[in-house]
């Protein structure tokens, strides 16, 4: 996919994110110390993996096998009351206000919309390190869970890092809730209407505000390593779960679900000791 054009990778690594991006659910590139070994049957992940039997089979996929045997997976459950906070941060936030290019596509199983020049899109910052916003997309219902309990909708906000080598993946996670049915979520609303159902092979070229409402994002947020959460399972993700729910109309659902049909959250994964972090700005 082009993204890996724009990651600016070299050497060696370049051909492994290159197969990797026919395996993953979305487009972004991962640290090179975890890429996994070249397989000329790795191209057929893309299409092979499916969530029927509730991803216990993913292990068994090309170039997936992290995905059975890796200990720092995700999603996880996090349990805050276990939790030590601690007061700002590194994680900094600084999106333009700008109106941007973005293309929408889906790879099958979710609808994904990729800033065309990233550069454009603003900036996060997260200890030391500036990443680009490379693309969101959705998942039903959400993957991660506070004391176990799942939203309707979690969002994630694909970033890699610029200049430095190798590449790192930080990734923030917003969890959705129903909320009356006149409280549209005007960020989603941009594009909500432009969603193509998974099956269908179509990419649409819109504009949207990225800064516009993001206010979900502001806040106090949970910090762990962990994983993509689709094949190949790749490990070496910073994750950030935004502490605060956000917000979109029951229409607003019924216009992923249709694009969405069958949901597409992986289960949650052992913690396996992991240190969760709890920033309360």
Same mark, same amino acid.
């Given at each position: ?5 724009? %990651? ?9 994110? @290159? ?16 890429? =996994? ?17 509730? +991803?216990?089979? @993913? ?17 996880? !459950?996090?349990? =805050? ?17 700008? *109106? ?48 176990? *309990? ?19 993946? +930080? ?21 909500? =209407? ?35 959460? #689709?094949?190949?399972? #790749?490990?070496?993700? !910073? ?18 679900? %249709? ?15 992991? =240190?969760?972090?709890?920033? %309360?700005?």
């Amino acid at each position: 996919m082009k993204s890996a054009a724009a %990651a600016g990778l070299t050497g060696a690594c370049l051909l492994v994110t @290159w197969v990797l991006l026919c395996c993953l659910s979305f487009p972004g590139t991962v640290s090179a110390q975890t890429c =996994p070994p070249v397989n000329p049957n790795c191209l057929t992940c893309a299409v092979s993996y499916n969530y029927n039997l509730g +991803t216990t089979d @993913w292990g068994n996929l090309p170039c997936s096998q992290t995905c059975g045997t890796g200990l720092l997976q995700s999603p996880i !459950n996090i349990v =805050p009351n276990n939790l030590i906070p601690r007061i700002n941060g590194d994680l900094t936030r600084s999106y333009t206000q700008a *109106i941007v290019t973005a293309e929408i596509f889906t790879d099958g199983k979710t609808p994904t919309v990729e800033i065309v020049s990233p550069l454009n899109a603003g900036t996060i910052t997260v200890g030391g390190i500036t990443y680009f916003l490379r693309h969101f997309h959705f998942h039903i219902p959400s993957e991660h869970t506070i004391f176990g *309990i799942r939203q309707e909708m979690e969002l994630h906000l694909v970033h890699t890092s610029i200049n430095v080598t190798p590449q790192r993946t +930080t990734v923030i996670a917003v969890r959705f809730t129903l909320e009356e049915a006149d409280d549209t979520n005007s960020f989603l609303a941009q594009f909500f =209407p432009q969603l193509p159902p998974v099956t269908q092979p179509v990419t649409t070229r819109t504009t949207i505000r990225i800064q516009l409402p993001f206010k979900e994002i502001k806040g106090a947020y949970y910090r762990y390593n962990g994983s993509l959460t #689709t094949p190949p399972c #790749t490990e070496g993700v !910073n994750w950030a779960v935004i502490a605060k729910l956000a917000t979109f109309s029951p229409a607003q659902f019924n216009q992923l679900r %249709a694009a969405i049909p069958v949901d597409n959250a992986r289960p949650l994964q052992n913690v396996n000791g992991r =240190p969760v972090t709890f920033f %309360a700005l």
